[in-house]
Every structure is written in C-alpha cells, then in structure tokens.
C-alpha cells in the first residue's frame, strides 16, 4: 500500500472513531459539546447532532479530497489533515476520560 492510501485510511477511521465517541459521549449529562457549529444551531437530541456531525464529516472529507487533487503532491496535504484529525481525537479522549466533558 501506498503512504497515500495508508493516510486516507487513518484519516477515515479516525473521523469514524470521532463521530462514534462523539455520539456515545453525547449520552452522558455532563458532556457539554464544544463544537462551535453544533452550539450554533441550537441542535438539541442526538440523532440530530448525529446529523450535523455526519455532514461536518463529509464536508471535511470533500474539502480535503478537492485540496488534494489539486496538487501533485499529495503526502504533505494528508499528512497534516491526519496529523490535526488525529491530535482532535486524542484531546477529545482524554478530555473525556479525564475531565469527562469534551
């Protein structure tokens, strides 16, 4: 496999494992989500922040797919976009299991 493959790879299992913790860390009262986008339009319940956090996904999925066929080089581009995916998901890991809110 390739590094770019491999990048996608991580870049989409963690983006999984996001909106997964995400939506199982919803279900906990002291949870208090701090996504910006979420806390915008007042979404209440957590099928419907589900929603929004699924479309956020794809939003990011698409952008960084567009980025990266733009350019020849593609590494640097996936390299940083797993670098932050990956950097989010472990702060908000441990910010849960630490602090118990995100």
Do not use: C
């Not at 770019?4 to 860390?25: E, G, R, T």
């Not at 989500?33 to 589900?50: A, H, K």
């Not at 990266?68 to 910010?95: G, N, S």
């Amino acid at each position: 496999m390739n590094k770019v493959k491999i990048l996608w790879l991580i870049f989409i299992l963690a983006n999984i494992y996001d909106a997964l913790f995400s939506f199982i860390a919803w279900h906990y009262p002291s949870v208090v989500e701090l996504n910006p986008i979420i806390n915008f339009f007042r979404v209440d319940g957590y099928l419907s922040m589900l929603k929004v956090t699924l479309g956020l996904k794809l939003m990011l999925f698409s952008a960084v797919y567009f980025i990266t066929e733009r350019v020849k080089q593609k590494t640097p581009i996936l390299t940083i976009a797993v670098a932050v995916i990956l950097l989010a998901v472990i702060w908000d890991t441990l910010d849960f299991l630490i602090f118990g809110s995100f």
